[in-house]
């Protein structure tokens, strides 16, 4: 039978820039070792003059004890120049509510970054003549959006792709639809369909070239046999 000791321990949440999610992270993590009440509470408050029965002071050096274990979990998450900003810091409560005000601008600056994305996403569009692979190239806007804690799913920008297609595109496009679940698709798929597609229309259009230059060239070879024939006249 497995002991408590040889369970493995969950990961210390580490502050990658993306202060919102770990916020929900290391909130998880402290609730699950029943510290939560550390960062919301704090460690109760008593006056000096009051005196404290046994038990209360048993309670309050547990407490203290947890908050410096709390303090290194917090220590542990972020890197040397963060950690150099909390340390005159004595409590878990006043570490997280500096870590707090440091990062609310950030958190608006990054706000504002992915409103930026948002909106360069809903406009992309394929141009007319744009190579598929340069398309393609251009809707890496969904992973900036995910490197900003964006939820963005393969489906969507597939869907987003499938929309933005010119007009030469859309029986190919209906044909995607038809023949695929898309929510099972990978982007890798629709563009190797869309290439391939690409190729095809690039084939017949240098083939239509090939003969019209034929072609004006059979006539412009009977106009001047004609046109000899006149003047032998």
Not at 76 to 82: K, V
Not at 143 to 170: A, C, Q
Request: glycine share 6%.
């Amino acid at each position: 039978m497995a002991t408590e000791s040889s369970f493995v321990q969950p990961a210390i949440p580490k502050l990658n820039g993306h202060y919102d999610h770990w916020c929900m992270l290391i909130e998880n993590f402290l609730h699950s070792k029943e510290y939560w009440s550390l960062i919301e509470q704090g460690i109760p408050k008593v006056g000096e003059e009051i005196a404290l029965i046994e038990e209360q002071r048993k309670a309050i050096e547990n407490a203290k004890l947890k908050d410096l274990k709390v303090e290194n979990y917090l220590f542990q998450a972020n890197d040397r120049s963060i950690l150099e900003t909390i340390l005159n810091k004595d409590t878990t409560k006043s570490i997280w509510d500096s870590l707090k005000q440091k990062y609310q601008g950030i958190v608006r600056v990054q706000h504002a970054q992915r409103q930026a994305l948002r909106r360069e996403f809903e406009v992309l569009n394929l141009k007319v003549g744009e190579p598929i692979n340069e398309y393609f190239a251009r809707t890496l806007t969904s992973n900036k959006l995910r490197n900003h804690g964006e939820n963005m799913t393969d489906v969507v920008v597939i869907e987003k792709i499938l929309r933005s297609m010119t007009p030469k595109f859309d029986y190919v496009v209906c044909s995607i639809e038809e023949s695929n679940d898309l929510n099972t698709l990978s982007i890798d798929d629709l563009q190797s369909s869309l290439l391939v597609h690409e190729q095809r229309m690039n084939g017949h259009a240098m083939e239509k070239q090939a003969l019209k230059v034929t072609y004006e060239k059979q006539l412009g070879g009977r106009g001047r046999g004609c046109g000899g024939f006149s003047r032998r006249g």
